[in-house]
Each structure stands twice: as C-alpha cells, then as structure tokens.
C-alpha cells in the first residue's frame, strides 16, 4: 500500500536546538497531518496543512505544505525537554481518502 | 467537549477470552477508526466506519468485529483472545477536512 517516508528515523539533540524533519510521498496529498505522541499516550494532532506553499505555525512548531504537494516539513524552534516523543505525518491519500496513510515516525531524544 | 474517549485503559485477558473495548466520541464526527500499536511500531488499521450503520475492515481485522449504531459509539470486539492481540489499541474520529482526533488509548495484554 501506499506509504510515507519520513526521515530522520531518530534524532539525538541538545536541549535549545531547532529540529528539521520531513515526510515525502511518491503520490500526492491533498492535505498533511502532523501528530507527536507522548509514550503511553493517543498521538495528539499539532498541525494540519491544506495547500500547496501553505506555511502554518502552533506555537514553537512551523509546518509547510510543499509545492509539489508530495512532501512537508515540521519544524521546532528551541527544543525544550517535553518536546521529546515520536513525531508522525499523516495524509488522507486522494484514491481511499477515507483512511490516513502515515509515516514511520522520527524519534525525538533531548539531551538537558 | 470530552473528545474520544475509551475504556478500559488496561485489560488482561486470558487465551480465548472475548471483550469489548468501548469508544465514545462526542464532536458529531461521521467517521470513526480503530488501530493498534504494537510495541516500537506505527499504527495499524483494524476497522473503520463512514457514518452510522457502515463498517468496513482496515488492514489487520482478521480477530476483530465492530458495530456502529449510533453516531458517537463504535465499540471494538475481540472474540476468542489470542497472544497476537496483544497490543495497544487507539479509537479515533475524523472531522470533515480529514483531521483524525485520537483516544488516549486500551492497553490490552492477552496470556
């Protein structure tokens, strides 16, 4: 089935830096989806994208809907400790927009 | 607004015992879904339903059964537990532009 890359898988930082992730398709979306899930938790939806160029931002958190409409990017500006968890995108696929596809996830590790 | 809610939180079940994982949702979604989670790894579809009286299966519902009477309520059944069910199971409803709201989750351990 159809599926998302996300990439990093895991990533190791410093508390205070900033955090780039992305998420590509080889199909495109109409809409993306970002989630952080906490360990023991449900994921908690943080940003949803709508448009092609579409810059959203939720505080420390800035998304992008890429011009291709085939990628999308999270970033977090100043990394603080409850940052920590794993980090899914999303999507509704446009055959079967019904369901969400996700991606892999990227491990978020915060060092004090 | 309560959102998704789901009980139980935990559950053992011995091998070939049934239950029910209940989901309640109160923000008038049409769209519902259950998944599970097992250890380290993403999320998988078991069942999911466009509106009252429509189910459909997901990629994983060999084990499962789901009903949907009313608008808010999409309970899960497991019949005949086995230690392949173990896992941790997340109820969700979806608004109209295809945001999915999740529940905080039944960690079900069966043995």
């Known amino acids: 089935g159809q599926q998302l890359n996300q990439s990093p898988q895991s990533m190791f930082i410093q508390e205070g830096e900033d955090v780039s992730m992305n998420c590509t398709s080889s199909?495109?979306?109409?809409?993306w989806l970002w989630y952080k899930q906490d360990p023991g938790e449900g994921p908690v939806l943080l940003i949803a994208?709508?448009?092609?160029?579409e810059l959203t931002s939720n505080g420390r958190l800035t998304a992008q809907f890429g011009i291709t409409r085939k990628d999308s990017f999270l970033n977090i500006s100043a990394s603080i400790p409850s940052d920590v968890g794993i980090y899914f995108c999303?999507?509704?696929?446009?055959?079967?927009?019904?369901?969400?596809?996700f991606g892999q996830g990227t491990r978020l590790t915060i060092n004090p | 607004n309560a959102g998704v809610t789901q009980t139980p939180k935990f559950r053992i079940l011995k091998i070939g015992q049934s239950m029910t994982l209940q989901c309640t949702q109160d923000?008038?979604?049409?769209?519902m879904y259950w998944y599970r989670q097992d250890p380290g790894m993403g999320l998988k579809l078991i069942y999911y339903s466009v509106g009252a009286g429509i189910t459909d299966k997901g990629e994983v519902p060999n084990g499962y059964n789901v009903s949907r009477s009313t608008t808010e309520d999409f309970p899960l059944r497991l019949e005949l537990a086995a230690p392949s069910q173990t896992s941790v199971y997340f109820c969700a409803s979806r608004t109209a532009t295809a945001e999915q709201y999740f529940g905080p989750g039944t960690r079900l351990t069966v043995t």
């Open positions: 994208l709508y448009k092609a160029g």
């Open positions: 199909s495109i979306f109409n809409t």
């Open positions: 999303a999507g509704p696929p446009v055959q079967g927009a019904q369901k969400l596809v």
């Open positions: 923000m008038n979604h049409n769209y």
